[in-house]
């Protein structure tokens, strides 16, 4: 009678529209008709806010706990043109990387809307939560913690909430041009479709052929080199890293002619690579079974899902993982193909700035702040460096003299962690052969952080041996210190050097000593 519910309050379902597409595809076709937020892969809980909103009347409020992802991500497009074009965002409480719910890892928000064209949209978040609970934490706000954002910030584009000094920030960053004025494009690795099949453990290297164990064969086997080519994970990429090294290794059935790659045929790959055929064949009703799932080819049933371009990796890169607590960027000029949890930056052909100034410039506290205020919070702070985030950030044109002065300090710092990771892994080898371990625990690989007799004690306690002689116990103290010394030595060195980068990146950017506190705040400690 009245035209609609005063309150209209919920906990939505989380699912993705995908399995409805294949079993009542009928039932999306009505949604998409009928509802502006059903665009792209949306999600249930988007719909279910739309419609909430249209069984309130006039004036009436609206409060849904749901996921966050809807302020970035494509599938929020709809529902973020919805409410930003009718105003109807009363208040955002924003949970960030805590969850809410115990048995589901879901990061969420309280979404208050009022039906009315509200003159402002009040936002709040919690980040961390120190020694107090989420639920105590929430109990004590009152709307003074509340900043009022203009809507003119709003559209169907992504949401950024910064405000005040953080905004002013983003706004000096947004005058330099942006990032893909100078590379060409920053795509994801390679997608297997099934990395354990494709990705495999080297164990020995013979003359033509490696020996490798598979997860999905759950044994050794024997394949061509020529097929296989090394790759790297999120886990090999560091911060101001030199990548030297490979720990796995990829089955790649694609030759690269004239900058374009082709595919094997069936009967080319079998007189070729017999050994990697004859493997691949043990799973290739498997293989069919997900290329017609996919909508690929099933005819190349071998191929990788996105192979993507063998020509991209034949040059040098900077490379980021995709998950990351602070800037952990690499170079890698080894030729290295990578998985789909790193991402790589392949420059224009006509931009001649060195990577290595670049580098300091992604590697920045700035680009973390930057990362922090645009991107998505997962977890315990890190975020997600995809393209989508990356490609929307603004690097200044150096002039020739600060150009090379970055270089030399990242040139420093590159050799001076190369130096570090090499005594680091001697001792650590050193260490696992004469006492037998195997798999080092946490503290005994931070060794450095020890005393002696710390270090002695955890020894005896990991091999559960106290029989260590005097004369031993001497030898491994001088060798201890002698490597504990070098490596702090190092570390120092290299912090040194990229505090002063930092402070170089600052001015570049042209920030005040303000602004500086500001993006220093709770920037994360190096885990390298």
Same mark, same amino acid.
């Given at each position: 009678?009245?035209?609609?519910?005063?309150?209209?309050?919920?906990?939505?379902?989380?699912?993705?529209?995908?399995?409805?597409?294949?079993?009542?595809?009928?039932?999306?076709?009505?949604?998409?008709?009928?509802?502006?937020?059903?665009?792209?892969?949306?999600?249930?809980?988007?719909?279910?806010?739309?419609?909430?909103?249209?069984?309130?009347?006039?004036?009436?409020?609206?409060?849904?706990?749901?996921?966050?992802?809807?302020?970035?991500?494509?599938?929020?497009?709809?529902?973020? #043109?919805?409410?930003?074009?009718?105003?109807?965002?009363?208040?955002?409480?924003?949970?960030?990387?805590?969850?809410?719910? #115990?048995?589901?890892?879901?990061?969420?928000?309280?979404?208050?809307?009022?039906?009315?064209?509200?003159?402002?949209?009040?936002?709040?978040?919690?980040?961390?939560?120190?020694?107090?609970?989420?639920?105590?934490?929430?109990?004590?706000?009152?709307?003074?913690?509340?900043?009022?954002?203009?809507?003119?910030?709003?559209?169907?584009?992504?949401?950024?909430?910064?405000?005040?000094?953080?905004?002013?920030?983003?706004?000096?960053?947004?005058?330099?041009?942006?990032?893909?004025?100078?590379?060409?494009?920053?795509?994801?690795?390679?997608?297997?479709?099934?990395?354990?099949?494709?990705?495999?453990?080297?164990?020995?290297?013979?003359?033509?052929?490696?020996?490798?164990?598979?997860?999905?064969?759950?044994?050794?086997?024997?394949?061509?080199?020529?097929?296989?080519?090394?790759?790297?994970?999120?886990?090999?990429?560091?911060?101001?890293?030199?990548?030297?090294?490979?720990?796995?290794?990829?089955?790649?059935?694609?030759?690269?002619?004239?900058?374009?790659?082709?595919?094997?045929?069936?009967?080319?790959?079998?007189?070729?690579?017999?050994?990697?055929?004859?493997?691949?064949?043990?799973?290739?009703?498997?293989?069919?079974?997900?290329?017609?799932?996919?909508?690929?080819?099933?005819?190349?049933?071998?191929?990788?899902?996105?192979?993507?371009?063998?020509?991209?990796?034949?040059?040098?890169?900077?490379?980021?993982?995709?998950?990351?607590?602070?800037?952990?960027?690499?170079?890698?000029?080894?030729?290295?193909?990578?998985?789909?949890?790193?991402?790589?930056?392949?420059?224009?052909?006509?931009?001649?700035?060195?990577?290595?100034?670049?580098?300091?410039? @992604?590697?920045?506290?700035?680009?973390?702040?930057?990362?922090?205020?645009?991107?998505?919070?997962?977890?315990?702070?890190?975020?997600?460096?995809?393209?989508?985030?990356?490609?929307?950030?603004?690097?200044?044109?150096?002039?020739?003299?600060?150009?090379?002065?970055?270089?030399?300090?990242?040139?420093?710092?590159?050799?001076?962690?190369?130096?570090?990771?090499?005594?680091?892994?001697?001792?650590?080898?050193?260490?696992?052969?004469?006492?037998?371990?195997?798999?080092?625990?946490?503290? @005994?690989?931070?060794?450095?952080?020890?005393?002696?007799?710390?270090?002695?004690?955890?020894?005896?306690?990991?091999?559960?041996?106290?029989?260590?002689?005097?004369?031993?116990?001497?030898?491994?103290?001088?060798?201890?210190?002698?490597?504990?010394?070098?490596?702090?030595?190092?570390?120092?060195?290299?912090?040194?050097?990229?505090?002063?980068?930092?402070?170089?990146?600052?001015?570049?950017?042209?920030?005040?000593?303000?602004?500086?506190?500001?993006?220093?705040?709770?920037?994360?400690?190096?885990?390298?």
């Amino acid at each position: 009678e009245n035209g609609g519910f005063d309150i209209v309050v919920g906990n939505p379902p989380y699912l993705r529209v995908q399995g409805l597409h294949e079993s009542h595809e009928h039932i999306t076709e009505y949604l998409e008709k009928n509802y502006k937020s059903a665009t792209g892969r949306y999600d249930y809980y988007v719909l279910f806010a739309e419609r909430g909103v249209t069984l309130l009347k006039k004036d009436g409020y609206f409060g849904f706990i749901i996921p966050h992802k809807f302020t970035s991500a494509q599938l929020g497009r709809g529902l973020r #043109k919805y409410l930003a074009e009718k105003k109807l965002i009363h208040s955002f409480l924003n949970f960030t990387h805590n969850f809410v719910f #115990k048995d589901s890892a879901v990061y969420t928000c309280i979404l208050k809307l009022k039906n009315t064209e509200n003159k402002k949209l009040l936002y709040h978040s919690i980040e961390d939560l120190g020694i107090k609970s989420l639920e105590s934490l929430v109990a004590a706000i009152t709307s003074k913690d509340f900043v009022a954002l203009d809507y003119d910030k709003f559209s169907e584009k992504s949401w950024n909430f910064s405000h005040g000094s953080s905004s002013k920030i983003l706004d000096k960053v947004k005058r330099f041009p942006n990032i893909l004025e100078y590379f060409e494009k920053i795509p994801q690795g390679i997608v297997t479709g099934d990395n354990d099949l494709f990705i495999l453990e080297p164990i020995k290297e013979k003359s033509s052929t490696m020996i490798l164990f598979s997860k999905k064969a759950g044994e050794k086997i024997e394949l061509e080199k020529e097929i296989l080519k090394p790759l790297i994970t999120g886990i090999d990429v560091k911060k101001y890293f030199q990548i030297t090294k490979n720990r796995q290794f990829i089955i790649y059935p694609y030759t690269l002619e004239k900058e374009k790659q082709i595919i094997f045929e069936e009967d080319e790959l079998k007189s070729k690579f017999p050994l990697a055929f004859e493997y691949l064949s043990k799973f290739k009703e498997q293989c069919i079974t997900k290329k017609k799932k996919y909508g690929t080819n099933p005819k190349y049933w071998f191929s990788l899902h996105n192979s993507r371009n063998l020509f991209w990796f034949e040059q040098e890169r900077i490379v980021t993982a995709q998950i990351s607590l602070g800037c952990n960027m690499s170079i890698d000029n080894r030729n290295f193909l990578h998985n789909e949890q790193v991402y790589s930056f392949l420059k224009k052909k006509n931009t001649i700035i060195d990577n290595k100034y670049f580098l300091a410039i @992604l590697n920045s506290k700035i680009m973390w702040f930057f990362m922090k205020n645009t991107g998505v919070v997962l977890r315990g702070g890190y975020f997600r460096f995809k393209t989508k985030y990356l490609g929307a950030f603004h690097i200044p044109y150096p002039s020739k003299r600060v150009e090379k002065e970055i270089i030399e300090k990242v040139s420093m710092v590159l050799k001076f962690k190369e130096e570090y990771l090499e005594k680091y892994a001697k001792f650590l080898s050193r260490l696992q052969t004469t006492f037998g371990i195997n798999d080092p625990s946490k503290k @005994l690989k931070k060794f450095y952080e020890l005393s002696f007799s710390s270090f002695l004690i955890l020894i005896q306690k990991t091999t559960k041996k106290d029989n260590i002689s005097l004369k031993e116990q001497d030898d491994w103290e001088e060798y201890f210190q002698l490597y504990k010394k070098q490596l702090l030595d190092l570390r120092n060195k290299y912090e040194k050097l990229e505090d002063q980068i930092d402070k170089m990146v600052y001015d570049i950017y042209e920030l005040t000593n303000e602004e500086k506190q500001i993006v220093e705040k709770n920037y994360p400690k190096s885990n390298f």
